[in-house]
């Protein structure tokens, strides 16, 4: 299990209370220069125009948040976070990824193992959480959440507004109220 305490917690609790401007806090007062060996590697941040993608690896346990850093798109996973194209890290778990106001669309995989995205900020997102008993929320914009992973146990807290749909399975658990929509996984 996961140090309650551990700062994605602490920090997924903190920006659940703004509700558009969100601004994560860690990052920029770290270290930006590390010596070798290379940081652990949770998943690696891309942007193609206004697309912005966090996709992970195999083998890690994410807990991924998606806000603001000084009107920047930042993304966060406590499990260490890598840049691709159009983004840059600015520390081992820290990614920006260029002004917030030209993405169009937030894109996040967390693929296997128990995950958490929260993806904060008020854009269409597209979440799959893999296999794994994950955790998701989203917040404003129309978005898709795929927890259908074929077992139970996965939970949506909230999809914000907007209209949004979930693909579940039977024993996940999501919010009818924010989450307009639900279908059943393709087969
Ligand atoms: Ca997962
Ligand atoms: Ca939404």
Do not use: K, W
């Not at 008993?133 to 129309?142: I, P, Y």
């Not at 693909?167 to 658990?173: L, V």
């Amino acid at each position: 299990m996961r140090n309650p305490t551990a700062g994605g917690a602490g920090l997924l609790r903190r920006v659940a209370v703004p509700a558009a401007a969100v601004i994560l806090g860690l990052g920029l007062t770290a270290p930006l220069v590390h010596a070798a060996p290379a940081a652990p590697q949770g998943g690696t941040a891309t942007r193609f125009g206004g697309i912005v993608a966090y996709d992970a690896l195999p083998g890690a346990r994410n807990d991924v948040v998606v806000g603001i850093l000084l009107g920047e798109l930042a993304i966060q996973d406590e499990s260490g976070a890598a840049a691709g194209h159009g983004c840059v890290r600015r520390s081992d778990v820290l990614v920006t990824c260029g002004p917030v106001s030209g993405v169009a669309r937030v894109a996040v995989q967390a693929r296997d193992l128990d995950d958490r995205v929260y993806v904060a900020v008020p854009l269409d997102a597209i979440v799959d959480a893999g296999t794994g008993a994950d955790e998701v929320a989203t917040h404003g914009g129309g978005d898709r959440i795929t927890v259908g992973d074929g077992a139970p146990g996965d939970r949506v807290a909230s999809c914000g507004a907007g209209a949004d749909t979930v693909e579940a399975d039977a024993g996940d658990t999501v919010p009818t109220a924010s989450c307009e929509g639900r279908v059943s996984p393709a087969t």
